[in-house]
């Protein structure tokens, strides 16, 4: 990206660490990824009663180019996926996507084959929302969570530590066929 | 425009001629590229994710200059096989699963299924009559909260922000409502076969005689934001033109051809629900124009607002009354209680079928996994939704689960028009005259 | 095309009392015996929509006929009759004698079966004739009924009649193996979108269509997806340990 890149691991980069996640999460800018229902309640999320506003984003880009998050609201159809990835590749680096309500998580209750069930085979996920539709409030948790795992993503040598470390949690989680029993 | 990091940003030939990327900051290229291959005809595409199309809708548009020569849509990017998934579950499911076709007016598609369903069942007549009171109030209040977001994107896809802002504030009204009565905000699944899922919770009549009391002053802003405002009317005035003939061929309905000055509207003329007895007027105007649909859907709030505050006086009369059908064979078994959260099991209930009778255990058992049967035969009932007419056609064979249910949806037919609508005129038209149709992709697509 | 052979069963199980697929009252009134006959579309046996998988409910050996509501005899009541009238009035001054198949007369709905041939001429007619004036055709909608030989593929039309408040429907058949409906764009051009979604859920073709191509899936997609044959293509959801099957796969009642 820039001089990041370039510092040395250490009380610096973890300064700038800090700092550009600040700023990155204070200004999420998402683009519009309205597809069902779950786009009626995005929209009621940035209009006056919920707000978005008040956490720096109400402003929609229209132009994935000047969006880090894609809120992808609703479900994927088949026909729909090759054009998500590529509004996805549009998006400048770094850039987040989150998966609202249970259509775009998992497929949710449209099992067939006209949708792609979980928008995590096209694009890689940060944050998961279930709700059928989600509350407006959900859609800001998440948001919120997200704003977390901005401020504190990692940068330059660290980021690559991070991305290794990421790696081997997900190689010894326990797999979901293995956490058998009731439901927890 | 070659940069290698973006393999969208760049112009390729294909069979058909040139084809160029556009991203921003580049029309320059396109230009001078147009001019080189000596041709006029710019084909543009347009969505189908793009901010101004009111959903997923993609619109290929051949222009002269500013001028669309011809327009055409691509649909079918939020094609969602519910109609086949629908055949997979049981009568009663449908309606969790119809009620996410056209999202912005969800009691509309409980409606026109159930009340189809209970044309095979034969049981039109044996519906409670608070039933029929609570889903005319609900598609009422479903209508209001409906072309609040018509209006609301409208405006806001021609850059009116406050109209998009204003119209969304209101409508959060409509769906504290709607979370009151049925729990949720969007996607009830609450008009069920054989009536409605529950009975109004206490305290509902007042809040609805708020809300009408707020409307009412609320409605009138729009009127003075919009009605005579220059900027809008510029917009709208003459925009999207169809006429009576032209709604007719292509089937259009709704408030497209009430804005031609029709009074068709099925609620008068073919009456479903009871709505023969309710007062109201169809609205209608005389310039079959953007301009004019917006004011039909702004008037178009005030009568169901009348009927809103009709029901309301019904239902104060309807005290205690049943909304499930007396016969327990299709009524669902779901009576809840007010639980600590809000809402639960009956514990009666659960008593009943776990202490006191294996019968009515194996009934409840049965009518959960199995359903009831429908008897063989097809049904069509329309309705008339925000957006024209909406019809399931429901086809049995006699089994728990339909043989097949098609949704005539308003959105799909009358987004026809949009060639119709828009050529000839202005690129800037084209996003006017779609909005004015109020399409949703949701029930385009299914 | 010629009215089915009745189907012959080996062993039909009663239905019971509520059973609503036993043969309804309403459409067994005798009179032309191949007209009026309940259509037999299936025959449904057990209780369970899949099997093979070891039913041990005992229900397996209930076999049942799955009959749609046959043709009705006159006077079918009210208005319909005018209609019939006046269509077949016009169809037969049109050189048209046979053109209605038969018709149905099935909770308070009437509906036309048309023969291909010639819905041509009578949705013309239907639209323009100052007594039937239907002048608002609600779209196309397509069933598919796998076991009713030589008839597999159904188009239903609904259409209204603004000027005398009438709504009829009416229903054309195809074969599976020669899947071809003459196109109605030419007389209601609001079917243009609606055939196109019927022949890409169903591959009916509608022959003299402007632009016969897939409208909801992408363009190359293998097959027509709400056919009964096309599976309705779910995966397996797995949930801590425990799998279940997609829809149309499980067990469930029929
Ligand atoms: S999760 Fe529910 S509300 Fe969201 S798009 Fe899917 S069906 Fe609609």
Same mark, same amino acid.
């Given at each position: 990206m820039g001089l990041e890149e370039k510092l040395p691991s250490g009380v610096l980069l973890t300064t700038v660490e800090n700092v550009a996640g600040y700023f990155r999460k204070a200004s999420f800018w998402p683009a519009t990824f309205g597809l069902a229902c779950c786009a009626i309640e995005m929209m009621t999320t940035g209009?006056?009663? $919920?707000?978005l506003g008040r956490f720096g984003?109400?402003?929609?880009?229209?132009?994935p180019r000047q969006a880090?998050?894609?809120? %992808?609201a609703g479900r994927v159809s088949q026909k729909m996926a090759p054009v998500l990835r590529q509004i996805y590749d549009q998006m400048p680096d770094p850039k987040w996507v989150l998966a609202m309500g249970v259509c775009a998580s998992s497929g949710g209750m449209f099992n067939? $084959?006209?949708? %792609?069930?979980? %928008?995590d085979h096209v694009v890689p996920v940060d944050m998961y929302l279930p709700g059928c539709p989600p509350r407006p409030e959900m859609l800001i948790d998440a948001i919120l969570k997200l704003h977390d795992q901005v401020q504190h993503a990692k940068l330059g040598v660290n980021r690559d530590a991070q991305v290794i470390e990421n790696e081997n949690d997900a190689l010894t989680a326990l797999p979901t066929s293995d956490m058998r029993g009731l439901l927890r | 425009m070659n940069s290698p990091q973006d393999p969208y940003a760049q112009s390729a030939d294909t069979t058909t001629g040139k084809v160029f990327t556009v991203t921003g900051q580049d029309w320059d290229s396109i230009v001078q590229g147009v001019a080189e291959e000596a041709e006029e005809r710019i084909v543009v595409n347009m969505g189908p994710?793009?901010?101004? +199309?009111? =959903?997923v809708l993609r619109l290929i548009l051949e222009l002269e200059g500013e001028t669309v020569t011809e327009a055409r849509c691509g649909i079918g990017? @939020?094609?969602?096989g519910i109609e086949k998934n629908m055949e997979f579950r049981t009568w009663v499911q449908g309606v969790t699963f119809c009620t996410r076709m056209d999202y912005l007016s969800p009691f509309y598609n409980e409606a026109t299924y159930t009340l189809g369903v209970e044309r095979l069942l034969d049981i039109e007549d044996d519906i409670p009559e608070k039933a029929t009171v609570m889903r005319v109030l609900l598609m009422e209040l479903n209508r209001i909260s409906s072309h609040l977001v018509a209006i609301a994107t409208g405006g806001m896809e021609i850059g009116a922000l406050t109209v998009m802002t204003i119209g969304f504030r209101e409508r959060e009204l409509v769906l504290d409502l709607f979370e009151l009565i049925?729990? @949720?905000?969007?996607?009830?699944?609450?008009?069920?076969?054989? =009536?409605?899922?529950?009975?109004?919770?206490?305290?509902a009549l007042d809040e609805i005689r708020d809300f009408i009391a707020l409307m009412k002053k609320r409605l009138p802003e729009y009127a003075d934001l919009c009605n005579a405002n220059p900027i809008f009317k510029a917009r @709208?005035?003459?925009?999207?033109q169809l006429d009576l003939a032209g709604c007719l061929a292509l089937g259009i309905s709704g408030p497209p051809l009430r804005s +031609? =000055?029709?009074?068709?509207d099925l609620r008068k003329?073919?009456?479903?629900?009871?709505?023969?007895?309710y007062d109201f007027e169809v609205v209608t105007w005389d310039t079959p124009d953007a301009y004019g649909r917006f004011r039909i859907r702004l008037a178009e709030m005030w009568e169901s607002l009348k009927i809103v505050e009709q029901c309301a006086d019904r239902l104060a009369d309807l005290? =205690?009354?049943?909304?499930?059908?007396?016969d327990k064979k299709i009524?669902?078994?779901?009576?809840l209680a007010l639980g600590s959260d809000g809402m639960g099991n009956s514990l009666d209930h659960i008593r009943h079928i776990m202490g006191e009778s294996m019968e009515a255990l194996i009934h409840h058992f049965k009518l959960v996994t199995e359903g009831f049967r429908v008897p063989a035969g097809q049904a069509y009932v329309p309705v008339e939704s925000p957006r024209g007419e909406l019809g399931a056609h429901v086809v049995s064979?006699?089994? +728990?689960?339909?043989?097949r249910a098609h949704f005539r949806d308003p959105s799909f037919t009358n987004l026809q028009a949009t060639s119709v609508m828009s050529e000839g005129g202005m690129v800037a038209d084209v996003i006017v005259a779609i909005a004015s149709i109020d399409p949703v992709m949701g029930g385009v697509d299914r | 095309m010629s009215p089915k052979e009745p189907q012959e069963f080996d062993e039909v199980t009663e239905g019971t009392?509520?059973?609503?697929?036993?043969?309804m009252p309403e459409n067994?009134?005798?009179?032309d015996p191949e007209q009026l006959e309940?259509?037999?579309?299936d025959v449904r046996k057990g209780?369970? &929509?899949?099997?093979?998988?070891?039913?041990?409910? !005992?229900? &397996? !050996?209930i076999v049942r006929p799955v009959a749609m509501p046959g043709g009705s005899p006159r006077p079918y009541g009210g208005w319909f009759d005018d209609v019939a009238d006046a269509l077949g009035g016009a169809l037969s001054s049109a050189g048209?004698?046979? &053109?209605?198949e038969k018709v149905v007369v099935h909770r308070g709905e009437i509906t036309f079966f048309i023969r291909r041939a010639d819905l041509l001429e009578t949705v013309r007619t239907l639209r323009n004739d100052p007594a039937l004036r239907f002048e608002f055709c609600s779209g196309v909608s397509g069933v598919h009924y796998?076991?009713?030989? !030589?008839?597999?593929l159904h188009a239903v039309y609904h259409l209204l009649s603004m000027t005398h408040n009438r709504r009829i429907r009416l229903e054309v058949t195809c074969p599976d193996s020669d899947p071809h409906i003459p196109s109605v764009v030419a007389v209601y051009p609001t079917s243009d979108w609606h055939e196109r979604e019927t022949y890409d859920f169903f591959g009916i073709i509608f022959d003299g269509h402007p632009s016969l191509t897939r409208i909801q899936?992408?363009?190359?997609?293998? !097959?027509?997806?709400?056919?009964?044959?096309?599976?309705? &293509?779910g995966i397996p959801v797995e949930y801590k340990g425990a799998t279940i099957p997609p829809p149309d796969q499980r067990r469930s009642y029929n």
């Open positions: 209009a006056p009663k $919920y707000d984003m109400e402003v929609f880009r229209a132009s880090d998050l894609m809120i %992808v067939n $084959y006209a949708i %792609v069930q979980g %928008v | 994710q793009h901010p101004s +199309t009111h =959903g990017y @939020l094609h969602t049925t729990g @949720l905000r969007m996607n009830h699944a609450f008009i069920r076969p054989g =009536g409605v899922a529950q009975d109004m919770p206490p305290g @709208l005035v003459d925009v999207g +031609t =000055g029709y009074p068709w003329t073919q009456p479903y629900c009871g709505y023969e007895d005290e =205690g009354a049943p909304v499930m059908i007396a009524a669902w078994p779901s009576q064979d006699g089994g +728990t689960r339909p043989f | 009392e509520d059973d609503a697929t036993a043969i067994t009134l005798p009179a309940p259509e037999v579309i209780m369970f &929509g899949v099997h093979g998988s070891g039913d041990t409910s !005992g229900y &397996g !050996g048209i004698t046979s &053109g209605v796998p076991s009713d030989e !030589g008839r597999e899936m992408p363009d190359d997609w293998p !097959g027509h997806p709400q056919r009964k044959d096309y599976p309705l &293509g």
